[in-house]
T-cell receptor, first 115, second 114 residues
Framework: DTGVSQNPRHKITKRGQNVTFRCDPISEHNRLYWYRQTLGQGPEFLTYFQNEAQLEKSRLLSDRFSAERPKGSFSTLEIQRTEQGDSAMYLC?????????????FGPGTRLTVL | DQQVKQNSPSLSVQEGRISILNCDYTNSMFDYFLWYKKYPAEGPTFLISISSIKDKNEDGRFTVFLNKSAKHLSLHIVPSQPGDSAVYFCAASVRGGSNYKLTFGKGTLLTVNP
């Protein structure tokens, strides 16, 4: 399967714990995005990488959130001191720099539940 | 301030008929518009897109229409099939700049009845 993969698919944690999610983009895609989706809403942009450089961060991304993309390949999203409001689906997407309409291809997501 | 709006939370149609999903936007800087389909427990799947310089784009059973003056776009599915039942998201993007994020609407749940 050459699509975007995300691990884990589900994560249940207690409030105050740290969690880390991983995203493996489509291999030739140099842009990688993180989005968050809550119930009844569309995906909301969190952050964006071009190769290994993090070029944009949403104001939704508080200082408890950090994302990395070492060597421009896979990416990790870490949430420190989780809060119940962090419960959501975290989606990763990737695209080509030369994508005509900025088509982004999404992974299956990681569903986070904070108890 | 929601820049992309899908005002119909749900739509139900009969198999074989046309499904029309609507989307409005407020940001005149948007250059590209995309439709995604999402099944439960899966990520959104890219369906079709259109540039702001066009008013129609067609791909098989799916056609997207753009009315730039009204800041409105619609997705037509003809004929509708039960497998089309999913949540459909409208998304928009600004060309260039330092950010290529997609701005999504809240989605419309389409149910196609056999």
């Amino acid at each position: 399967d050459t699509g975007v993969s995300q691990n884990p698919r589900h994560k249940i944690t207690k409030r105050g714990q740290n969690v880390t999610f991983r995203c493996d983009p489509i291999s030739e895609h140099n842009r990688l995005y993180w989005y968050r989706q809550t119930l009844g809403q569309g995906p909301e942009f969190l952050t964006y990488f071009q190769n290994e450089a993090q070029l944009e961060k949403s104001r939704l991304l508080s200082d408890r959130f950090s994302a990395e993309r070492p060597k421009g390949s896979f990416s990790t999203l870490e949430i420190q001191r989780t809060e119940q409001g962090d419960s959501a689906m975290y989606l990763c997407a990737s695209s080509l720099v030369l994508a005509v309409y900025n088509e982004q291809f999404f992974g299956p997501g990681t569903r986070l539940t904070v108890l | 301030d929601q820049q992309v709006k899908q005002n119909s939370p749900s739509l139900s149609v009969q198999e074989g008929r046309i499904s029309i999903l609507n989307c409005d936007y407020t940001n005149s800087m948007f250059d590209y518009f995309l439709w995604y389909k999402k099944y439960p427990a899966e990520g959104p799947t890219f369906l079709i897109s259109i540039s702001s310089i066009k008013d129609k784009n067609e791909d098989g059973r799916f056609t997207v229409f753009l009315n730039k003056s009204a800041k409105h776009l619609s997705l037509h599915i003809v004929p509708s099939q039960p497998g089309d039942s999913a949540v459909y998201f409208c998304a928009a993007s600004v060309r260039g700049g330092s950010n290529y994020k997609l701005t999504f609407g809240k989605g419309t749940l389409l149910t196609v009845n056999p």
